[in-house]
């Protein structure tokens, strides 16, 4: 299910830089290839990568930071 990226890219929205990590976790492709093919810095696709991963391990735990962050917003705005 490798989403096909287009060569010229000129805006690198969540979803291409999601399916980009995507490839490179599969193995379909390299930091350093990722970034000759798309003209892209290798410390930026790395960076990309650190996120996704950052969010995925997020996503596992049984209380995500961004469910309690929100739960919080609710509890200060139901307080005042």
Do not use: C, H
Not at 13 to 30: D, F, N, P, Y
């Amino acid at each position: 299910m490798s989403e096909e990226l287009p060569e010229d890219i000129k805006r690198w929205t969540s979803k291409r830089r999601t399916a980009l990590v995507l490839q490179i976790i599969r193995g379909e492709t390299t930091v350093n290839e990722a970034a000759r093919q798309y003209d892209l810095k290798p410390s930026e696709i790395e960076q990309w990568y650190e996120t996704f991963l950052d969010a995925g391990e997020n996503g596992l735990k049984s209380r995500p930071k961004e469910e309690i962050e929100r739960k919080d917003a609710q509890i200060a705005r139901l307080q005042r």
